[in-house]
């Protein structure tokens, strides 16, 4: 059986008659005629009740009519593969996110890609810019957002532009409030930090945006992961980030005053990228273009 026998068959199924599938299919009609009848012997059933209006389906090939278009649907799909790699349609893409700051259309830029590209297999994972970048070089990732600084000769990258600095604190802290924080108010404050040498990219950010408002600080070590700015909450230190997303009832998002940015990039290691990646790049490369050059202050603290 090949896959021609399917087709001839379904073609003879829907038309109801040799004569007008031969004329759909370009085929002579004693040589349809004779494949159906190796079909049906090989089948071991009778698939068509002939007649002089044209033919039947029989019960055995009502069921085998449903299976052959399965099957044709199966061989359809996997014979458009290349096209579709090619067209960056269906594959995978593992992107890394660098946790402690966040560019603020990373969402938009997944949400539209995952919408337009179905086909493609994203995975996101989110740890420490060192070892975001880390894994990126070692080719275990495809892509990294994060802050600026990580570039190098052997990456490619994308400008995402500068996102304002705000400052957590605790709805119980006495710098909790509303509007922007004057950097003054940080002098003597506890600043959560990593502490990890993955994370130090962060911290170092965070110094120098300090340091360079001339701010006497200490950064003291937060917890793991999500439970990075836990000593936030319990109102026991402040967290300096970017565009953060949805925050607990008892931290506050405030801007610093006078403004202060943080550059971000995307990061790619191939000169040649995957049709599928090329297509996550231009997505962020359009949400750039798109959006005004500096972000309002009050998206950061939505």
């Given amino acids: 059986m090949e896959l021609r026998h399917l087709r001839y068959f379904v073609a003879i199924a829907e038309e109801r008659s040799f004569t007008r599938a031969a004329e759909r299919l370009w085929i002579a009609q004693p040589g349809l005629s004779t494949q159906i009848r190796r079909l049906e012997a090989e089948l ?64 938009d830029v997944l949400e539209r890609f995952t919408r337009e590209r179905e086909g493609v297999e994203l995975t996101v994972i989110e740890g420490y810019g060192g070892t975001l970048w880390r894994d990126l070089r070692d080719s275990h990732l495809d892509a990294v957002i994060g802050p600026v600084g990580a570039a190098s000769p052997d990456l490619r990258r994308l400008d995402l532009g500068a996102e304002p600095w705000v400052v957590l604190v605790g709805a119980g802290h006495k710098l909790a409030g509303h509007g922007p924080l004057a950097a003054t108010d940080l002098r003597g404050e506890q600043i959560s930090a990593t502490g990890h040498r993955d994370g130090a990219s962060y911290d170092r950010a965070v110094a120098e945006v300090l340091e360079g408002l001339g701010v006497a600080h200490a950064l003291v070590r937060g917890a793991p992961g999500p439970a990075l700015h836990a000593p936030v909450a319990e109102g026991n230190a402040l967290a300096l980030t970017t565009a953060p997303e949805a925050l607990p009832a008892d931290v506050i998002a405030r801007p610093l005053d006078p403004r202060r940015t943080l550059a971000f990039e995307l990061l790619w290691r191939d000169e040649t990228p995957s049709p599928a990646l090329s297509e996550l790049i231009r997505i962020a490369a359009e949400s750039v273009e798109r959006m005004p050059a500096m972000p309002p202050v009050l998206a950061a603290v939505a």
């Fill in 44 to 107: 071991g059933v009778l698939l068509f009740n002939r007649h002089t209006r044209g033919v039947d389906l029989t019960d055995a090939g009502e069921v085998f009519l449903e299976r052959a278009r399965v099957a044709l649907a199966a061989a359809d799909a996997a014979a458009a593969i290349g096209s579709d790699l090619e067209a960056g349609v269906v594959g995978s893409v593992r992107l890394g996110l660098a946790t402690g700051a966040r560019w603020h259309r990373t969402s």
